[in-house]
């Protein structure tokens, strides 16, 4: 995929967009496997797909799913629909034609994390449990120390690290079980990012640190001095770089050759408005998407170290970003209500 | 969808003391306003709102160096996941568990800077059961540390104890904490007026506590028994002597003083220094200006454990020009 920040157009005029505005905050968006939908998981309990082309108008919007807020969504590993969670405890299969299948009911707790893994399997932390969906089997990793406040799967899917209260712990989801692995730092840790080689594992934690374990020596490393907590963490495609919220300009942390150790972080890009709420790297290229606390979209190269506004700050904090398979689009919700759907293709 | 930061009102009380009956009755009365509940998990009775959270209440020492610095896990995440709801609400109440240690709640909301944008402490309120309130104490420290935390006090059950153990609980809540409002309930029927809204923890309101309790820490007979001391003085106080002094006790004794509150005359300084704290925490701020007539004089209070009375005493003065 080519996108040259390098071209003027970038500076004089934004991408064309489609934004729709709905009447709730946006917790997540995803699109689907075969990158012909997006789709927000709202505050209103609905799950609003749009077409991911934005030439085509966007249709009515769907009715609520949830009894309260939706607070997860990811697309379909196992189809072209999507998997959402709510604060009413369900976790819902919504096939692409809108209709959903409950998978887990678990009334009284949240379902507030998901991940899903190309293999078909989808993970999703509810209260201080884990529990994975694979070939039609629901199965339950826990209880944890505390609720499990994200999760995510290893490369190749056999496994899930799941970040709490006093580190972090890494299942085998195969047939046979296998004890758990656990990865212990003091404090909670409230954001997970297993890396896309599977060789090290990330997590935020509430003292605004950022705590990184090497899987093959279990030895581990911190790095600290973030104005606010790292709830957003994205790795690279080739797995050389940690991106990560909470600065004002895009932050990558080096993982190739020695790792990060004793050596700053690259940063790089226009200083935006507040601080990355949301960072998303891109599925394939050097690029990387970022979504501020005020509102500002950015779009960041790491080769050329550039990058350029997509979206003008207005106040409402983005919440989340998702890039289409084909790198081309991308996915953004807001505080606000408001649904993005940004074409990069010039 | 910036908005004003939403009131919460934690309620504590010690096991049968009445919280949830307390509870009902803010929710079914007809204020037209919008409740979210965090009950705990043990709840002693079910409870009829719309928007009812179960916690679990996940105490998470915070990896900073502060041993007392502890905070409420599932509240920050869970203040987190209300504001992705769509429908809006007036305030949340917090219910705690009978044996809960109110510390980390109040730290919750000093620590967490997203749930210091988000919402704001509006008071601490415990429901103390008049009949066994005496007999609780020798339980454990629970009892105790919630009506050393309190803003506000309903002593509850008075109907089924005379005068003279009224009196006598009365005056035992009184050594612990002076300066909360106290209320005697039957059934935790009160005014609602009287335990929501209080801002009891906004800087600009602390000027409202009552000095009238002021002189009391001199006993040395029980150290160990959470209590207060306070103090005033009509001398200016020197402000680095006094950050310099606050600094090192609270440091040094935080996880043994709940709670402490001031309003100083700084030497020089035409506006009222108010601070509060919770444990080590502490916010302070410049308060509304002295009038030209005014007796400028300073007033501060601690609440805890293990206070030794003399010693503050001693410390505060040496802060005084």
Not at chain 2, 226 to 240: C, E, G, T, Y
Request: glycine share 10%; aromatic share 8%; with cysteine.
């Amino acid at each position: 995929m080519k996108l040259d920040l390098a071209n003027p157009a970038w500076r004089q005029t934004l991408p064309p967009a489609r934004t729709v505005a709905a009447d709730a905050p946006v917790a997540a968006c995803a699109f689907s496997r075969d990158g012909a939908t997006a789709a927000f998981a709202l505050g209103d309990g609905s799950v609003r797909s749009i077409p991911a082309d934005i030439a085509v108008s966007a249709p009515a919007p769907n009715p609520p799913v949830h009894g309260g807020a939706v607070l997860a969504l990811v697309g379909d590993p196992a189809g072209d629909g999507f998997i959402s969670g709510g604060d009413d405890g369900r976790l819902l299969r919504l096939g692409a034609d809108g209709a959903a299948t409950e998978l887990v009911n678990q009334k009284g707790k949240w379902v507030e994390h998901l991940a899903a893994h190309r293999t078909g399997a989808i993970a999703a932390a509810i209260g201080k449990n884990a529990f994975v969906i694979k070939d039609g089997e629901v199965r339950e990793f826990g209880p944890h120390q505390s609720t499990v406040a994200d999760l995510d799967f290893s490369k190749d899917g056999s496994r899930i690290a799941c970040a709490h209260y006093g580190g972090v712990t890494v299942w085998s989801i195969g047939q046979v079980t296998l004890p758990p692995r656990r990865f212990a730092w003091r404090g909670s840790h409230v954001a997970l990012r297993w890396s896309t080689d599977g060789k090290f594992i990330a997590t935020g934690t509430q003292e605004n640190d950022i705590h990184v374990w090497r899987m093959a020596q279990a030895t581990d490393m911190r790095m600290q001095g973030y104005p606010a907590k790292v709830k957003s963490l994205s790795w690279t495609a080739d797995a050389r770089f940690l991106y990560t919220s909470a600065q004002p300009v895009f932050t990558a942390w080096p993982f190739s050759g020695k790792g990060p150790e004793g050596k700053p972080p690259l940063q790089f890009g226009e200083e935006g408005a507040g601080l990355l709420a949301v960072v998303a790297a891109h599925p394939a290229a050097e690029f990387v998407a970022g979504g501020y606390d005020s509102g500002e979209l950015q779009l960041g190269d790491i080769k050329t170290r550039r990058s350029v506004v997509l979206r003008m700050a207005d106040g409402s904090a983005i919440t989340c970003l998702a890039w289409s398979p084909d790198g081309y689009k991308l996915a953004v919700g807001n505080e606000g209500g408001a649904l993005l759907v940004v074409d990069l293709k010039r | 969808m910036a908005q004003a930061q939403v009131p919460v009102t934690v309620l504590t009380g010690y096991l049968g003391a009445g919280k949830t009956t307390l509870l009902n009755r803010i929710l079914s009365e007809q204020h037209g306003k919008k409740y979210a509940v965090i009950v705990n998990e043990f709840g002693e009775l079910g409870i009829d709102n719309d928007l009812v959270v179960n916690a679990d209440e996940e105490v998470f020492e915070m990896n900073n160096g502060c041993i007392c610095c502890t905070v409420r896990g599932d509240l920050i995440r869970i203040i987190e996941g209300l504001m992705k709801r769509k429908d809006r609400f007036d305030g949340i109440l917090v219910e705690t568990t009978g044996l809960a240690d109110p510390g980390p709640v109040a730290q919750t909301f000093f620590t967490d800077d997203e749930v210091k944008a988000r919402t704001r402490l509006d008071a601490i309120v415990t429901v103390v059961d008049a009949k066994h309130f005496l007999g609780q104490l020798e339980q454990g420290d629970e009892a105790e540390e919630q009506v050393a935390f309190a803003d506000v006090i309903l002593l509850n059950k008075t109907d089924l104890v005379s005068a003279d153990e009224l009196k006598k609980v009365e005056d035992k809540i009184r050594s612990i904490n002076p300066f909360a409002r106290l209320h005697r309930t039957q059934k935790s029927q009160v005014e609602l007026g009287a335990i929501l809204d209080k801002g009891a923890f906004d800087l600009k309101r602390i000027l409202e506590f009552e000095p009238d309790f002021l002189e009391h820490g001199h006993d040395h007979d029980h150290e160990e028994e959470v209590k207060s001391v306070a103090f005033s003085a009509d001398r200016p106080v020197d402000p680095d002597k006094f950050q310099k002094w606050m600094g090192a006790l609270l440091q040094l004794r935080g996880g043994d003083i709940f709670r402490s509150k001031g309003v100083l005359a700084i030497d020089g300084a035409p506006r009222r220094y108010v601070y509060q704290g919770v444990h080590m925490m502490m916010d302070s701020d410049w308060g509304s200006p002295w009038k030209e007539s005014e007796k400028r004089s300073s007033k501060l209070v601690f609440i805890g454990r293990n206070l030794d009375g003399d010693n503050l005493k001693r410390g505060f003065e040496d802060c005084l020009k």
